[in-house]
């Protein structure tokens, strides 16, 4: 492994907090001076942000610059998405101004899949913490400018791990769903490698509700955070189903708002781009 950097000159739709903070991973930190660190495979990378200038740095063995291309999606086109979802309705308008740096990231699947799972019921500094004692025990040390850093554990580095183990780790009820999954993908129940050459979001869905603690909000986090790369996907969690009820729907109780309603009307307004609109939507009604 190596020390590399890569400068990033005029790229629009890229701002530091916007991605890293929209609830899709729970890797990066923010550091003193406002970059962020995180940790992507193998590789550890700092981002700031210099006037106009995106500054990467850190250590892989592959290219930094192929690295950070496609984990930061950097040849998709936001700004003609985000035309497109400013045109819909005033509200969208709204929140794509608001979340206007917001990049989808390309994230590992099998990590993604461990991570929303932990992220059931949770909140994300608890999420991160657990995440973070599960790679420092089970992932690999890189040491990189006196700080430690792990990576993710792969599911052979878990193979072994029993459901007490991952208790230890803060899991809580989540232990058993993390040991069931683990050994799913393991036996190639669930084929990793197939669930990516499938260009059928409903198939992949339906093979990522198969896996233990994989519920329809979870399996649609996967499919639209993950490398499985899904805009046409709509995760709805409490968030969700208030800004659209707030917007569209209007009950006077949002509890019993259905998804099926939901996902109608977000299929009818959104179409194919109802991953990235519920992204804009969800952070803009979080933050605010």
């Not at 993908?185 to 990522?208: F, G, M, S, W």
């Amino acid at each position: 492994m190596k020390e590399q950097e890569y400068i990033l000159k005029n790229q629009s739709s890229f701002e530091l907090k916007d991605i890293f903070d929209c609830g899709q991973c729970f890797r990066w930190n923010e550091q003193n001076d406002g970059s962020y660190t995180g940790v992507i495979k193998n590789a550890i990378i700092n981002v700031r942000k210099e006037n106009e200038n995106i500054i990467f740095k850190g250590k892989c063995e592959e290219n930094i610059k192929d690295l950070v291309d496609y984990y930061f999606d950097l040849n998709t086109d936001y700004e003609e998405i985000k035309q497109k979802l400013s045109n819909i309705d005033e509200y969208l308008k709204t929140s794509v101004e608001y979340g206007k740096g917001i990049r989808i990231l390309n994230q590992d699947l099998w990590e993604t899949i461990i991570s929303f799972i932990i992220s059931a019921n949770n909140n994300i500094p608890r999420i991160k913490g657990i995440i973070e004692r599960l790679s420092q025990k089970y992932g690999n040390e890189i040491e990189w400018n006196g700080q430690k850093y792990y990576t993710f554990p792969t599911p052979e580095q878990l193979k072994d791990v029993t459901v007490q183990e991952y208790r230890s780790l803060g899991l809580g009820f989540r232990d058993i769903r993390l040991y069931e999954t683990t050994k799913m993908i393991l036996e190639k129940q669930v084929d990793l490698e197939k669930l990516q050459a499938n260009t059928n979001t409903q198939e992949v869905r339906n093979e990522l509700l198969t896996l233990s603690g994989v519920g329809p909000k979870v399996a649609d986090c996967i499919l639209l955070f993950s490398d499985l790369k899904r805009f046409d996907v709509f995760p709805i969690d409490v968030w969700v189903r208030r800004v659209m009820n707030d917007l569209y729907i209007k009950e006077d109780d949002e509890s019993k708002v259905s998804k099926v309603k939901i996902e109608k009307i977000a299929d009818e307004k959104f179409g194919s781009l109802k991953g990235l609109a519920q992204q804009y939507l969800f952070y803009w009604r979080r933050e605010n």
